[in-house]
């Protein structure tokens, strides 16, 4: 190492290496789930803060809420785990650190929930748009103007994703055009899989789970990192920015995960016959203790009704031992299809910033049969949000409207 470089333990596959030489006005990276997209990015900040220094890096997702779950905590871990001490605004979410050199570093952690207000944020010398599929063309233009101002060192705004043409398709069209000639010509572009993964126990621990992934579609984008169009949606809900007011009630939905699934937290607003959804947690490695601290933070209240899978009675237990009111939601012969009937009769809006529940979405479709017609089957993949919700909205609302005699006509695959 020369002077004043501080010499860091990071572990970076062969596969992204060579990225950290880029100095391209775009580094986009589209890969597959568990490839290692955006930890190299983080590794990527890092060592640019560490070695050149006087940086003012903003990360971004489209939700400020959703960044401060993600990215900020990769990027403490990754500071911790290099024994690099630093001071967190956790007001601001602002993460600062001296170079080897003695030049101060800053990280911003941020989302683009009001598009304006990133022109109000000066001295920025790169970005990374974590997630970049929850960005509109629009966004990734405010960003792009945002970073204009002269800096020592080389501007990058670098893009990490999965390849989910119907999510954005202008990703596409604007970085991996089907004519090379129409690619922007300012862009370095990447693609990685599971196997570009450095760490084992993380590539191994993926690798089973995303070969069994049972539609090709899917498979294709999350396994091999390859540009696809998710068809067949089961549920086609509508993105709205708010809640109405005065809400007649509020139900949660909560599906168990721990290792490769995330455990899936949703609060679904009813108002007369609409229902609001609304992301509360998404995250791996959650204990169910971890999951009833998070809860708590989140007010709800000791009577409030969260439905959960009824195969999971002891995390059920010891939920409830916390506080809470969890039920089981009832399942049975063909209870998936007709909690998914049910729900496509409802009048359901997603709320914007509940960004894994909108992924779900686009590749939550029916199971083809040999000819490639769908069967009344959902292909069970990528689907924990989606479940809590059902969980709750077919057992209570579907409940409430049975006591009222209300029918509901069944909706079939299209």
């Not at 062969?14 to 955006?38: I, T």
């Not at 789970?209 to 294709?220: G, Q």
């Not at 971890?290 to 939920?319: F, H, T, W």
Request: glycine content about 6%; some cysteine; aromatic content about 10%.
């Amino acid at each position: 190492m020369t002077d004043n470089v501080r010499e860091i333990d990071l572990h970076i596959s062969a596969s992204f290496y060579p990225l950290l030489d880029v100095q391209d006005r775009y580094l986009v990276m589209a890969g597959g789930r568990g490839s290692g997209k955006s930890e190299f990015a983080a590794r990527k900040l890092l060592i640019r803060c560490l070695n050149e220094g006087g940086h003012r890096f903003l990360v971004l997702r489209k939700v400020r809420k959703t960044a401060h779950e993600s990215t900020l905590r990769v990027m403490r871990t990754l500071l911790v785990e290099q024994g690099i001490e630093y001071q967190h605004d956790k007001t601001h979410q602002i993460l600062s650190f001296p170079s080897s050199a003695g030049l101060p570093n800053e990280i911003l952690f941020d989302g683009l929930d009001e598009p304006e207000k990133i022109k109000s944020i000066k001295g920025l010398t790169g970005v990374w748009i974590e997630e970049a599929t929850e960005f509109t063309e629009r966004d990734f233009l405010e960003v792009d103007l945002a970073l204009r101002e002269q800096c020592e060192h080389y501007k990058q705004i670098m893009l990490t994703f999965n390849p989910d043409e119907s999510l954005a398709p202008w990703l596409k069209k604007r970085f991996f055009p089907d004519d090379p000639k129409d690619k922007d010509a300012r862009a370095y572009t990447h693609g990685s899989t599971i196997e570009d993964n450095p760490i084992d126990a993380m590539r191994l621990e993926y690798l089973a789970a995303l070969d069994a992934i049972p539609d090709e579609t899917a498979k294709l984008i999350y396994r091999f990192g390859i540009w696809a169009a998710p068809k067949g949606q089961i549920y086609k809900w509508s993105v709205v920015a708010r809640v109405p007011p005065n809400c007649d009630e509020i139900i949660y939905g909560l599906d168990f995960g721990y290792s490769v699934n995330p455990s899936a937290l949703v609060r679904i607003h009813r108002k007369a016959d609409e229902l609001y959804v609304e992301e509360l947690i998404y995250e791996n490695k959650l204990t169910n203790q971890d999951l009833g601290m998070k809860m708590r933070n989140l007010d709800i209240r000791p009577l409030d009704y969260v439905y959960a899978d009824s195969a999971e009675p002891k995390s059920i237990d010891e939920i409830n031992s916390m506080g809470f009111n969890v039920l089981p939601a009832p399942k049975g012969a063909d209870s998936v299809r007709a909690g998914i009937d049910f729900l496509r009769s409802q009048k359901i809006f997603v709320l914007e910033g509940s960004s894994n529940v909108i992924k779900e979405l686009s590749t939550y479709k029916w199971k083809v049969d040999k000819n490639d017609d769908p069967i009344p089957e959902p292909v069970k993949f990528n689907d924990h949000s989606l479940d809590a919700i059902r969980y709750a909205i077919f057992t209570h609302i579907k409940a409430a409207a049975t006591y009222l005699g209300m029918t509901f006509k069944s909706v079939y695959p299209d």
